[in-house]
T-cell receptor, first 118, second 116 residues
Framework: AQTVTQSQPEMSVQEAETVTLSCTYD???????LFWYKQPPSRQMILVIR??????QNATENRFSVNFQKAAKSFSLKISDSQLGDAAMYFC???????????????FGQGTILTVHP | DGGITQSPKYLFRKEGQNVTLSCEQN?????MYWYRQDPGQGLRLIYY???????QKGDIAEGYSVSREKKESFPLTVTSAQKNPTAFYLC???????????????FGEGSRLTVL
């Protein structure tokens, strides 16, 4: 069974600084997707960034980037120039690419609460 | 605007009662999901449906039931058999992976159920 572990229950960062959230996962599959989702106080989950396992290049979305280490099964999220609106719970998630039988069945980590200090 | 609508946002239930949480989507997505969120445990899959009139159990289906009579709707019933139903419930949907190749889930705003 796949598992996703976020070892940092809480993190904090000063506004405009950089923070990195950690995520490790365990799988025997070679083809999969990894995601970071953000859940602000409004509770609606929003996709932050997505990485395909077959791509060596790390995904980037504006101030958000990942450090994907496939051999180490590590998938950390770096938030640069942190803003007050980044404060939320962040979930790392994994999805095996097994065709139509697997889509949407994500495995989530426990979440990391990010606090941004002005 | 396309999206997923969950209702009610807050629901209180007495022990022994069944309650139904509504989830409607207008994204034309084939697949829909119900996740349960508890503090410190992330999200866990309750049920999912990849096509109308078909659904499958997830990791924690005991005490829950679903139906998928329409593509747009995937209601979740929390039955009296669910031992610890107080939680936050999230509905999600996704297009087929082989069409969009994203695997991305789209979520509703959630429903908080409290058992009194």
């Amino acid at each position: 069974a796949q598992t996703v572990t976020q070892s940092q229950p809480e993190m904090s960062v000063q506004e405009a600084e950089t923070v990195t959230l950690s995520c490790t996962y365990d799988t025997s599959e070679s083809d999969y997707y990894l995601f970071w989702y953000k859940q602000p106080p409004s509770r609606q989950m929003i996709l932050v960034i997505r990485q395909e396992a077959y791509k060596q290049q790390n995904a980037t979305e504006n101030r958000f980037s990942v450090n994907f280490q496939k051999a180490a099964k590590s998938f950390s999220l770096k938030i640069s120039d942190s803003q007050l609106g980044d404060a939320a719970m962040y979930f790392c998630a994994y999805l095996v690419n097994a065709g139509g039988t697997s889509y949407g069945k994500l495995t989530f980590g426990q979440g990391t609460i990010l606090t941004v200090h002005p | 605007d396309g999206g997923i609508t969950q209702s009610p946002k807050y629901l209180f239930r007495k022990e022994g009662q069944n309650v139904t949480l509504s989830c409607e989507q207008n994204l034309n997505h084939d697949a829909m999901y119900w996740y349960r969120q508890d503090p410190g445990q992330g999200l866990r899959l309750i049920y999912y449906s990849q096509i109308v009139n078909d659904f499958q159990k997830g990791d924690i289906a005991e005490g829950y039931s679903v139906s998928r009579e329409k593509k747009e709707s995937f209601p979740l019933t929390v039955t009296s058999a669910q031992k610890n139903p107080t939680a936050f419930y999230l509905c999600a949907s996704t297009a087929r992976v082989f069409e969009t190749n994203t695997g991305e889930l789209f979520f509703g705003e959630g429903s908080r159920l409290t058992v009194l």
